[in-house]
């Protein structure tokens, strides 16, 4: 099994451009987050899904945009790209609610924006 | 808002024992453990549910005390394998967020 696939794994983009990084996962989870790490911050929530065609906002939900048309993928997007999105972003999948199970994450996109 | 971990860092020599501590501002209803190797995804360690429960990994463990809003690691006998990132993973109600501390830099020497 695949687990939890990030694409892409890196990207630079340009203040002003758009993008969309995807999440796939074959393990038939119903919860799936997306994360930014950055340096002494630890990992912050973005947005997460209960569902296929649900979502969430999480801590720092602003410049972001997301949708789970389809159970197995989660997207997020970015309208306009700022420098401060410069991360780190790691997508995660859990088949239970976060309060009772463990979250499965992919390998991370690293973004830069200039 | 995020919980909050200390130390920030330390250094281990092999063999020596650990304690990373986790608390919230917020009631907790559950805590998750996470390590995290330099350019890796974090691995879950284990969960420790509301009750007060005592979890073992090996000779890593962890407690949950529900009153204090607090959760401790305990690493035993450190290994060079135990390096890394911990993070400690809340969450403070039903919903599905999961929300983590700024983590732990954990280093073990020889």
């Known amino acids: 099994n695949a687990g939890v696939t990030q694409t892409p794994k890196f990207r630079v983009l340009k203040t002003g451009q758009s993008m969309t990084l995807l999440c796939a996962q074959d393990m038939n989870h119903e919860y799936m987050y997306w994360y930014r790490q950055d340096p002494g911050m630890g990992l912050r929530l973005i947005h997460y899904s209960v569902g296929e065609g649900t979502t969430a906002k999480g801590e720092v939900p602003d410049g972001y945009n997301v949708s789970r048309l389809k159970k197995q993928n989660f997207l997020l997007g970015l309208e306009s790209a700022a420098p401060s999105q410069t991360s780190v972003y790691f997508c995660?999948?859990?088949?239970?609610?976060?309060?009772?199970?463990?979250?499965?994450f992919g390998e991370g996109s690293r973004l830069t924006v200039l | 808002q995020q919980p909050v971990q200390s130390p920030q860092a330390v250094i281990l020599r092999e063999g020596e024992d650990a304690v990373i501590n986790c608390s919230s501002s917020?009631?907790?209803?559950?805590v998750h453990w996470y390590r995290q190797k330099h350019g890796e995804a974090p691995v879950f360690l284990m969960i420790l549910l509301k009750g007060g429960e005592q979890k073992g990994h090996d000779k890593i463990s962890a407690s949950f005390n529900e009153k204090k809003q607090q959760s401790s690691l305990y690493l035993t006998a450190s290994q060079l394998s135990y390096s890394g990132t911990y993070f400690c993973g809340a969450v403070t109600g039903t919903a599905s967020k999961l929300t983590f501390g700024t983590g732990t830099r954990l280093q073990v020497t020889l």
């Open positions: 917020k009631a907790l209803y559950s």
């Open positions: 995660a999948s859990s088949p239970f609610r976060s309060n009772t199970g463990e979250l499965f």
